[in-house]
């Protein structure tokens, strides 16, 4: 129901847009997401969009990452600019939905971002 796309190999300082199409079954929507995990790491947020506009992101990415959300597409972006060797992970998109009083997560596969020269 998540389809995320649009990783690959990036030179150091260079920039990626990360897509992630959300099926129009998924209703009520009250958080987008982007998380990103490394071997033998936990999966860390990296940039939230909260209903109503409000975003946060992890104090690494800031300044240099930016996440927005197309709702003709339903479709949540990852703007990621001046990219670090570090930023090296496997990114997912994540969706938060409520309905009433049942909470719903839903999570894309997964796109590979690799900073290297």
């Known amino acids: 129901q998540l389809q995320a796309y649009g990783g690959g190999l990036v030179q150091p300082g260079g920039s990626l847009r990360l897509s992630c199409a959300v099926s129009?079954?998924?209703?009520?929507?009250?958080?987008m997401g982007w998380y990103r995990q490394t071997p033998g790491n936990q999966r860390e947020v990296v940039a939230k969009l909260i209903s109503g506009g409000t975003t946060d992101y992890a104090d690494s990415v800031k300044g240099r990452f930016t996440i927005s959300r197309d709702n003709a597409k339903n479709t949540v972006y990852l703007q990621m600019n001046s990219l670090k060797p570090e930023d090296t992970a496997v990114y997912y998109c994540?969706?938060?939905?409520?309905?009433?009083?049942?909470?719903?997560?839903?999570w894309g596969q997964g796109t590979l971002v690799t900073v290297s020269s």
């Open positions: 994540n969706v938060v939905s409520v309905v009433v009083t049942t909470k719903l997560e839903y």
């Open positions: 129009g079954s998924i209703r009520s929507i009250n958080v």
